[in-house]
């Protein structure tokens, strides 16, 4: 199996380790609108590493994390109950990883290797 053009990868920085158990949403930008290509579920270690075809075209992409319900689960009422990033894709040979270090009321993401 190959690995994933787009993978990711989320930290609980109020507990201090990975966030098992956040859902998301991989889709891409066509004519006609957005359209779901992958979904998946954070593993105990925080990871997504196969979300999505191992082959992808350039283009517009965005992530639909679930926090609120990881929150909700840990007894904690967030603030950001989703959080959506919006990215493109320029070459379709490289690995993009999109870490999100999230927190009930604060959240940060960037490009990873």
């Not at 787009?6 to 609980?12: E, F, Y």
């Not at 196969?50 to 926090?67: N, Q, V």
């Amino acid at each position: 199996m190959s690995l994933s053009r787009i993978t990711t990868h989320v930290l609980d920085t109020s507990r201090g380790r990975p966030a098992p158990g956040v859902a998301a949403r991989l889709e891409f930008l066509k004519p006609d609108g957005w359209h779901e290509i992958a979904s998946g579920v954070t593993d105990e270690d925080g990871r997504i590493s196969d979300l999505g075809p191992a082959e992808l075209p350039a283009g517009a992409y965005r992530l639909d994390f679930d926090p609120g319900a990881y929150y909700r689960r840990t007894g904690t009422d967030p603030f950001f109950s989703s959080v959506r990033l919006g990215f493109t894709l320029a070459d379709p040979a490289q690995h993009y990883h999109v870490p999100v270090l999230l927190g009930p009321f604060a959240l940060s993401t960037y490009r990873g290797s």
